[in-house]
């Protein structure tokens, strides 16, 4: 008899605490010092998308499938954390993912699932483990929110916070509390994030990295310096900080655009170092040649370059139960995408509503739509029948990719949620020949949270 998958034995460790945790924790007692430090939860997100045929007079390696298709992606996670002392914790999150993802992944740069974007089916794994520090520096303190990678119930006004290990950038950069969260809210990549910000990582969206945030009352500052994967073995990170790294500096601003009604403003700015090839140097060198093969850019790869852009984001309260968000993401377009899309602008905005007005007011609506484009030289590369990343559909008839994503998320009980998507996509792949294409899905999401620190 074979054994079962480790995907199923990691799932069968976490469903327990999803059934036995509350949701609100007790405390474990006066007494038991060891598990009034510790955080222990779980969490299951399950995404079953599909979605009709669709319009396509060519498709090339890189496409998205013309023809009906379903997928389903599993993510299960562990949640662990220990405080060591009031200004030191320590998170250890194991991770499982499993399913695939429409097409492979391939074919747009609004990735309709973000929680299968390049996550191929593995055995569970290390998502993050991080030290984090923070040096107080007024004796003032604001109330914070518990939650995974939060321990403390307060922190220092003014403080510096230092975090030191394998985490995701996205947890600390480009976060917007409407648009940021496939378990509830949108499940696009290019709406959950910014799709011009390539933050390096490997395919499951990890990496080493230190990141330092100063706080300051209404305002933070926050930087990161962080390892590449490796251009060979993109599930690998290069330690090489000579061939390869990546900087990101963001400025986050609370402040409201309406009088008395919550706002943040955030600029970010993002600089990779690393071997890139060159859009223009691979079309120059296709047509040198004379071959009748497509161009190749990865034949063009040169160490020592820099791939840069910036991002704003911004979300706001309008109402006490209505919220809107909005982002823009450029990067340099002559150089190749290496991490998780192929977007050199992005331009989102949308809105999420509370069901309080229909009596259910844990369930909420939400709607959104993103505009992305390619630089020049990127789109006539892929017109001349190159492959990227995860575009290439032998030619192209170019124009902006859009997607429409609305989505209506149902409290079945404590906490287990329902939730309903629709997709609609115009010109996937930057392609005006191709769709438009109708992606539905279903999300099933399970969490618990067993101990928290007291």
Not at 33 to 60: A, D, M
Not at 238 to 256: G, I, K, P, Q, T
Request: hydrophobic share 40%; net charge negative; charged share 20%.
């Amino acid at each position: 008899m074979r054994p079962p998958p480790l995907q199923a034995l990691f799932a069968a460790l976490v469903f327990p605490i999803l059934c036995v945790a509350q949701a609100e924790p007790t405390p474990a007692g006066a007494g038991n010092e060891f598990l009034n430090r510790l955080w222990l939860s779980g969490q299951v997100n399950i995404i079953s998308q599909g979605h009709p045929t669709f319009l396509s007079p060519y498709s090339g390696p890189n496409s998205f499938s013309a023809a009906s298709e379903i997928a389903t992606s599993r993510v299960v996670t562990l949640y662990t954390g220990f405080v060591i002392s009031p200004t030191t914790d320590f998170l250890f999150d194991l991770e499982s993912t499993s399913g695939h993802n429409l097409s492979g992944s391939h074919g747009l740069g609004a990735y309709t699932n973000v929680d299968a974007a390049g996550v191929p089916n593995d055995r569970p794994y290390v998502a993050r483990a991080i030290l984090h520090h923070e040096i107080p520096l007024s004796s003032k303190s604001v109330e914070t929110e518990r939650g995974p990678l939060q321990m403390a119930g307060q922190e220092a006004a003014r403080r510096l916070d230092i975090y030191v290990g394998k985490m995701s950038l996205v947890d600390f950069f480009d976060v917007n509390a409407i648009g940021s969260d496939s378990h509830f809210q949108f499940m696009n990549w290019t709406l959950d994030n910014n799709g011009a910000y390539g933050f390096p990582a490997d395919p499951r969206g990890y990496t080493y990295a230190f990141v330092a945030e100063y706080h300051d009352h209404n305002w933070a500052l926050r930087f990161a310096e962080a390892l590449s994967p490796k251009l060979d073995s993109p599930t690998h990170i290069d330690a090489n900080l000579d061939r390869s790294r990546s900087e990101s500096v963001e400025y986050e601003l609370h402040h409201a655009l309406i009088p008395k009604r919550a706002g943040v403003m955030r600029a970010l700015s993002f600089v990779d170092h690393g071997s890139f090839g060159n859009y223009r140097e691979a079309i120059e060198a296709y047509r040198a040649s004379g071959e009748t093969s497509p161009p190749d850019i990865t034949l063009q790869r040169q160490p020592g370059r820099i791939k840069y852009g910036f991002g704003l984001n911004v979300e706001q309260e309008l109402t006490p139960l209505l919220r809107a968000f909005g982002r823009f993401g450029w990067a340099e377009g002559h150089l190749e995408t290496l991490a998780f899309t192929e977007a050199d602008q992005s331009i989102s905005g949308g809105v999420d509503l509370k069901g309080n007005p229909w009596r259910r007011k844990d369930d909420k609506l939400g709607a959104a739509m993103v505009s992305n484009a390619l630089s020049g030289d990127h789109r006539e590369y892929l017109a001349l029948g190159g492959t990227g990343l995860v575009l290439g559909d032998g030619g192209l008839n170019y124009r902006r990719e859009k997607v429409l994503e609305t989505y209506y998320t149902f409290k079945l009980w404590r906490s287990i949620y329902l939730s309903a998507d629709v997709q609609r996509v115009w010109n996937p792949g930057y392609n005006h020949d191709r769709g438009p294409a109708l992606v539905g899905a279903i999300r099933l999401h399970f969490e618990g949270v067993l101990f928290t620190p007291h």
